[in-house]
T-cell receptor, first 110, second 115 residues
């Protein structure tokens, strides 16, 4: 099976930087996703990491260390609209199934 | 609009009744996933298809749940003899597994309330 851990809640200030961590234990790892989900809406794709290292996309960056089973999502210049849940998801196994973590609810305060 | 669509968007049913949900994926996508999500939790995997083949079904799913994707296009999820614990948002997602991109695109979900 797969085990994905991320903090339940985080609070950060508008304009600041926040890092959301995700650790996972799985066999047959193929890649890791980050999704954003606003309350009452469907998840939307943010990033996908396959190789070790940092991938930057505007204000959002995602890092992966396969040997450590660790990833983080970095959000810069936080805006109020970034208040949402951030879901870490792992693609693994023979059929490369995607499994989601429980999500980190981020609250951005003024 | 060429995104993933789901019908109905909301369903209220009495305990013991059967319900069926439909998902229409993005047309060229060969993979289709069903998830269940409750408040404050991430999407919980239910089952998924590669074309018309059902590759895996969650052990959490009882025999009351069944899913089909008869022609490798749209999919249906049926819940028989619904229970109050089945109340949740049911999400469908599709992806194109072509060796280059694996992003899942989610539909708006069907919110089920069992009374």
């Amino acid at each position: 099976g797969q085990n994905i851990d991320q903090p339940t809640e985080m609070t950060a200030t508008e304009g600041a930087i926040v890092q959301i961590n995700c650790t996972y234990q799985t066999s047959g790892f193929n890649g890791l996703f980050w999704y954003q989900q606003h309350a009452g809406e469907a998840p939307t794709f943010l990033s996908y990491n396959v190789l070790d290292g940092l991938e930057e996309k505007g204000r959002f960056s995602s890092f992966l260390s396969r040997s450590k089973g660790y990833s983080y999502l970095l959000l810069k210049e936080l805006q109020m609209k970034d208040s949402a849940s951030y879901l870490c998801a792992v693609r693994a196994g023979g059929y490369q199934k995607v499994t989601f973590g429980t999500g980190t609810k981020l609250q951005v305060i003024p | 609009d060429t995104g993933v669509s789901q019908n109905p968007r909301h369903k209220i049913t009495k305990r013991g009744q059967n319900v069926t949900f439909r998902c229409d994926p993005i047309s060229e996508h060969n993979r289709l996933y069903w998830y269940r999500q409750t408040l404050g939790q991430g999407p919980e995997f239910l089952t998924y298809f590669q074309n018309e083949a059902q590759l895996e079904k969650s052990r959490l799913l009882s025999d009351r749940f069944s899913a089909e994707r008869p022609k490798g296009s749209f999919s249906t999820l049926e819940i028989q003899r619904t229970e109050q614990g089945d109340s949740a948002m049911y999400l469908c997602a599709s992806s194109l597994e072509d060796g280059r991109a694996y992003e899942q695109y989610f539909g708006p979900g069907t919110r089920l309330t069992v009374t």
